[in-house]
């Protein structure tokens, strides 16, 4: 058995991290930069998750001349998540984590589609792993992002992004240290930079998003066997952890 993390905060992560694109160490370099450090997006409070565990379908059988209904099982629906994270920004780190959560979950919920992308055209979104709370609850459970919604509210302050070198104190020691500028961009890192420098984010946002577990269906077929997922023993085989 792999070795448990201590780490039960609720996170939305992409199965391959190349999909957060390449970064160094400043945001500008990559608008989602802040969750390729973290290997996605954390929910840094305690989320409200309403799991719709169990959907069993049954067909119904109207006999004649008889009292009562009966039924036959048909199938299980997949289980869904509606969850709901909320995110903070109370200084200027925090607001560049909240835009590239919100552009994170922007991305991920596109398809590769038109004249730009023509080796990757109809690659759908991806399939991201959810996890909370430790192995036994949900650790790395294949999921599809079926919605996504937040409201910019109007009575809460407005925080902004990026750092004015002419008016912040602590510009220099975010890009460069205290004894220099900031290190020289290219034409595309410098427009990342300067929209960042003008765009603000609410001080409490609140996202709401529904998850359904999306299983590969060959593994799900050739590997499941129910004793041994009643007795949890997928825990220690092939990583099937993930079944709910």
């Not at 448990?4 to 945001?27: C, H, T, V």
């Not at 289980?79 to 909320?86: E, G, H, R």
């Not at 038109?114 to 430790?134: D, E, H």
């Not at 240290?177 to 890192?189: E, L, N």
């Amino acid at each position: 058995m792999s070795e448990i993390s201590n780490d039960f905060r609720a996170k939305l992560q992409a199965k391959d991290p190349k999909f957060y694109g390449e970064g160094g160490m400043f945001n500008y370099e990559n608008l989602l930069n802040p969750i390729r450090q973290s290997n996605g997006m954390i929910m840094p409070y305690t989320p409200m998750i309403q799991v719709t565990h169990a959907q069993v379908e049954y067909n119904q059988y109207n006999l004649p001349q008889t009292n009562f209904d009966y039924y036959a099982y048909s199938r299980r629906a997949s289980p869904y998540l509606s969850v709901t994270a909320q995110y903070t920004a109370q200084n200027r780190d925090e607001a560049q984590y909240m835009l590239a959560v919100i552009h994170f979950l922007r991305a991920a919920t596109m398809s590769y589609y038109g004249v730009q992308n023509v080796k990757k055209r109809g690659i759908p979104p991806p399939v991201l792993l959810f996890s909370a709370y430790g192995p036994y609850m949900y650790d790395k459970i294949p999921v599809l992002l079926r919605n996504v919604s937040f409201g910019l509210e109007q009575d809460i302050d407005y925080v902004p992004c990026g750092y004015d070198e002419t008016k912040d104190e602590g510009y220099q020691s975010k890009f460069g240290g205290m004894d220099g500028p900031p290190p020289p961009m290219s034409t595309s890192q410098a427009s990342i930079e300067k929209a960042i420098q003008q765009t603000y984010v609410p001080a409490v946002l609140n996202i709401f998003m529904d998850v359904v577990y999306a299983p590969i269906p060959a593994e799900y077929r050739r590997e499941f066997n129910l004793d041994k997922f009643k007795s949890g023993e997928y825990i220690n085989s092939k990583g099937f952890k993930g079944f709910i």
